[in-house]
């Protein structure tokens, strides 16, 4: 065996098993043993287990119960289950979490050993079919012609890319990784232009995707408009990846249909969140409620966002949806904003619309840029994928989820944008009126390379509002970063490396809506 298989084995009697254990050693394995469910999900969490071999009985988490944890924490682990009943609705229940294998006790140490061999020679199998079918579809990627892709291409394009992403990173295989990144710089680099040429036309009646503005009439409104209860989740930041990482988890209390949307721009969260629970572009929130777009004093980018339940009842009304009583509107930024919620939303069964906003993710991303301990613990977009799905699996917000699942809701979850890792710097010109954002700037006299960054001379062509004469916008392509001429180097040893948003890639702009029924 040239790499050494890591396995755990669970199990409440584990001293017990000392013989076998050290059986499975001599075959060349190395075992973990944890005596309870908890003590499992303690080793899952912080070393790397190839398989895990678990006891069906145990006291505190059964094997059941620590099944369904493990799921939450590595969708993916292969799991054998020792058992000595037979009974068929104890096999349907560990079948529909994924169970790899049963072995009947009293066990035998041929018997486990043919079972962990059966797993993971089959598990390798699947990894050599992946290498295999990998080759096959890098070959397409390279043989397409990006510049032909029109929307609905480019987020098949983009699933694509990202469903081999998460199959080689379970591969952990830095030189194909590498390759892969690759080839989606040159879709991100061609998406760019794709977005330059068409997005002008998406806001003027020409035919185009789903948008931001969209997205209450299209996902909310048939079941607000046929009285099904509805829970509205929408996730701040939350990468289409990071979505295909948590999924797993909610396909346990529901049926998912996944749909796909665009960011308007900049997508960022004044302009696409208040675009969502306004049904209007910000032009047009501008020109028709100023009063609801206007700046506060309060610092930072989210104090465009005050009125998102004022804005939501009003698109109510414009759509002339039930608003009786009108929706609920909650945000959460904090953990016990979040604890709060749990414990309120059950007392909401009488409120037919429910409108969640949850900050974690935007949070979490400008956090991860002023904390080097989590650019540590995060240091790629594989682990911030990792991140999300065991902040995600642990959150009131599922909790929640579950709870509207028993109320019989329906639920929509969706994100506002997503986020980028900003790689490359790009030196810009600007005033001194000029935003702080590291992805998109407004201002008078600012300008940058256009084979970077996007200048909107004319606000109006893009529905963004001009506050003031002369206000031009600059928005950065790829994985670009603005900086200024003067602070370049303190930009770079800043925020080189660290999540952004504002700017054009397929990692901001094309996003999830989930439309999700309880099982």
């Known amino acids: 065996m040239t790499d050494t298989h890591r396995i755990l084995w669970v199990d409440d009697e584990i001293e017990l ?38 006891d069906e009985m145990m006291p505190g988490l059964d094997g059941l119960a620590t099944l369904s944890e493990i799921r939450k924490i590595r969708p993916e682990m292969p799991v054998v289950m020792a058992t000595k009943s037979e009974k068929e609705e104890l096999i349907s229940e560990a079948l529909g979490q994924r169970i790899d294998d049963f072995l009947l006790k009293p066990l035998n140490p041929a018997q486990v050993l043919a079972s962990c061999r059966r797993v993971l020679d089959g598990r390798a199998l699947a990894e050599d079919g992946t290498v295999r079918g990998y080759a096959a579809a890098a070959a397409e990627f390279r043989s397409l012609d990006l510049a032909a892709l029109d929307w609905r291409g480019w987020i098949g394009h983009y699933r694509s890319l990202l469903t081999w992403e998460l199959s080689l990173s379970e591969l952990r295989d830095d030189g194909m990784l590498a390759s892969h990144d690759a080839a989606k710089e040159e879709a991100d680099r061609e998406f760019c232009r794709f977005v330059e040429r068409e997005y002008p036309g998406w806001l003027h009646g020409k035919q185009r995707p789903v948008l931001s503005v969209d997205i209450v009439d299209r996902y909310m409104g048939p079941a607000v408009r046929t009285g099904t209860p509805i829970l509205f989740v929408l996730l701040d930041c939350l990468r289409l990846d990071q979505w295909l990482a948590i999924e797993p988890v909610i396909r346990t209390a529901f049926e998912i249909e996944t749909d796909h949307y665009y960011s308007i721009l900049p997508t960022a969260t004044p302009y696409a969140r208040n675009a969502i629970f306004s049904g209007l572009f910000p032009a047009q929130i501008a020109r028709h409620h100023p ?19 004022q804005l939501l009842t009003q698109q109510f009304a414009r759509l002339r949806l039930p608003a009786s009583p009108e929706p609920r509107y909650v945000k959460i930024s904090t953990i016990d904003e979040g604890r709060e919620f749990r414990r309120a939303f059950s007392s909401m069964a009488a409120v037919p619309a429910v409108a969640l906003v949850v900050n974690f993710m935007d949070i979490l991303v400008h956090f991860r840029a002023e904390s080097p301990v989590l650019q540590e613990i995060a240091p790629d977009a594989r682990a911030f994928r990792e991140l999300t799905r065991t902040w995600f699996a642990g959150s009131d917000i599922w909790h929640a989820m579950q709870t509207a699942a028993a109320q019989g809701r329906t639920v929509v979850v969706t994100t ?43 606000p109006a062509d893009y529905q963004l509002p001009e506050e003031y004469k002369g206000q031009q916008y600059l928005i950065a392509k790829e994985d670009f970063y603005l900086v200024y001429p003067t602070k370049a180097e303190e930009y770079r040893r800043r925020y080189e490396g660290t999540f952004q948003h504002g700017g054009i890639s397929m990692e901001e702009m094309i996003l999830p809506v989930a439309v999700m029924t309880p099982k």
Do not use: C
């Open 17 to 54: 098993l000392r013989s076998q254990i050290i059986f499975l050693e001599n075959k060349g394995y190395a075992v973990s043993v944890a005596a309870s469910g908890e003590e499992a999900l303690a080793v899952i969490r912080r070393e790397p287990i190839d398989l895990v071999l678990l």
């Open 291 to 309: 009063g609801l777009w206007e700046k506060s004093d309060v610092p930072g980018e989210t104090s465009r966002n005050r009125h998102e339940q």
């Open 416 to 458: 506002d944008h997503g986020s980028i890792r900003g790689r490359r710097a790009a030196v810009m010109k600007a005033g001194k009126d000029t935003s702080a954002n590291l992805r998109y700037k407004s201002g008078s006299n600012i300008g940058g390379d256009q084979r970077q960054t996007m200048l909107i001379k004319n």
